[in-house]
């Protein structure tokens, strides 16, 4: 992690950006506090803003407006959802003008009509059905049973097969639901073979953004709170990524997942300020005026005048090191680790 030069803002390294949605810029219908008044800034500063979306159910216009609600600068071409890199892919498959069943919401009918290609509903007539010569599979809320029987029996002949995203749940204020990962696994169950997934984790999503940016993965930096879509599919995609604390995952996450973003940010605000790194000194770990050393019973915490952020990035970083060579006993180590990470939660949530 953290590759810039100590005290100097990221936003001077880059110039484009990737930023998720929810957990970042909003979360639900309420908007995350700063962050629309910071990308207007970075707006201001010249960085280009793309918003990348597994959200394959809405139109970009819709989501846009979404975005603008709460204050921040966007239009529809500023939104690249996982609709559109399905589409993509299948455009670059098939002959231009061909049948596609649109198998979800209005964001996949939409994306293949940009595309150049002729959607079809799984409600559709049987002779409009016979000419279909792919699927995209995205979420949809009024899906039905007989919706999936169409597309098996079509995805039964070796059609191609997209699907936009593969997020098992669903997000909702009452819980979790299931997501379009569920319904590809019903079909895939019963079809015994499984689609091409182009939204994140995987790179097609991101790549598309960078078209969409017109600029380099070496200039472009990607925001997101989630470890193991958007931070993951950031790195599966070659871009530094910075993971922002506003979202669901927090330290704990961190220590069981396999990606690492580049920086840690507290929230939006952290891209124009200028970002401490952490570094080690003995057995140390320092970030501005934080000072955080690895203990049998978890972490030595000095904070001083330093910022929570600055105290998590110091933290993570020892924890990390202590996950990556561990002292003691696995199951001592593990449980110091556990302790840490859990004190580092606890910073968080008290902000």
């Known amino acids: 992690m953290d590759t810039v030069e100590p005290l100097e803002p990221l936003v001077t390294a880059y110039d484009g950006l990737v930023c998720d949605l929810d957990g970042v810029v909003y979360r639900g219908s ?191 930096l990607a925001v997101g709170d989630r470890l193991a879509t958007d931070i993951a599919g950031a790195e599966a995609a070659g871009l530094d990524s910075a993971w922002v604390l506003t979202g669901v995952d927090g330290p704990s996450e961190l220590l069981a997942a396999e990606a690492r973003p580049t920086y840690v940010l507290g929230s939006l605000d952290d891209l124009l300020r200028p970002y401490a790194v952490s570094v080690r000194d003995g057995d140390t770990w320092r970030c501005g005026a934080a000072r955080v050393t690895p203990a049998h019973d978890g972490l030595r915490i000095e904070q001083g005048s330093a910022s929570v952020i600055e105290v998590v990035r110091a933290g993570l970083a020892a924890l990390l090191a202590m996950r990556d060579d561990p002292a003691g006993s696995p199951g001592e180590a593990e449980k110091s680790i556990a302790v840490g990470a859990e004190a580092l939660d606890r910073l968080l949530d008290d902000v």
């Open 30 to 220: 309420d908007a995350v506090p700063g962050a629309a008044e910071a990308l207007k800034k970075l707006v201001d500063r010249g960085m280009r803003v793309v918003y990348a979306t597994n959200n394959a159910s809405r139109v970009p216009a819709e989501v846009a407006a979404q975005i603008a609600d709460v204050g921040a600068p966007a239009t529809a071409s500023d939104v690249v959802s996982s609709a559109q890199a399905g589409a993509a892919r299948l455009a670059e498959q098939l002959e231009p003008g061909s049948a596609v069943l649109a198998l979800g919401g209005a964001g996949a009918a939409e994306a293949l009509r940009d595309a150049g290609l002729v959607p079809v509903d799984p409600g559709a007539d049987a002779h409009e059905l016979e000419a279909v010569r792919a699927v995209l599979q995205g979420y949809g809320k009024q899906l039905r049973v007989s919706d999936f029987e169409t597309a098996a029996r079509l995805l039964t002949t070796g059609l191609p097969w997209v699907a936009t995203n593969d997020d098992a749940t669903l997000p909702l204020p009452w819980g979790q639901s299931p997501g379009n990962g569920a319904y590809v696994d019903l079909l895939a169950s019963a079809l015994r073979r499984r689609p091409h997934v182009v939204g994140k984790p995987h790179p097609p999503l991101y790549r598309l953004a960078l078209e969409r940016l017109g600029m380099p993965a070496a200039r472009t």
